[in-house]
């Protein structure tokens, strides 16, 4: 698979740590993606790879938040059970219109799968438009980066196209 240009990613294994590193353009101004990132109708809409359907349960920007991603086809594996990925977490750092930083957690009883992550969105002004970097740290040893970066990428797409100006 080629990676358009606006689009670049990154994998890191250091100690058996492993992230993901993705940058996305978006044309639209800052504001407006920290919005989307908060609200939890748009997080509904974008943060949910092609294939799957999200369910928001719980979300509240000052707290916490717990999310089910479903997959269309009865053949997705799921992490929480036979087809579906349910994760929960809190927001522990916020800063308006600039940084969003999550810890989360896949509910699961598979020991590979468990652990807490840490996401970090910078956003930054550029060419017109916003630049977003997402870091997804500790990534648990039976999640592959490769697959985390992919859906990432696929989510990342949906947000520019949801707040994209013109």
Known sequence: MTVPPY???ARANVQGVSSTRISQHVNAPRANVYRALLDARAVATWMVPDGMTS???EFDARGSFRISLTYDAPTG???T????DTFHGRFVKLVPNEQVVEE?????TD?????EMTITITLADADGGTDLLALHDGLPPGLSPADNETGW????AK???LVEVG
Not at 81 to 84: D, K, L, Q, V
Not at 153 to 156: A, K, P, Q, V
């Open 7 to 9: 689009c670049l990613a």
């Open 55 to 57: 369910h928001v349960h």
């Open 77 to 79: 594996t799921g992490k």
């Open 81 to 84: 059970n036979a087809n579906t």
């Open 104 to 108: 989360v957690e896949f509910e699961t």
């Open 111 to 115: 020991p590979a799968m468990r652990g």
């Open 153 to 156: 990428r696929m989510s990342l």
């Open 159 to 161: 947000l520019a196209e």
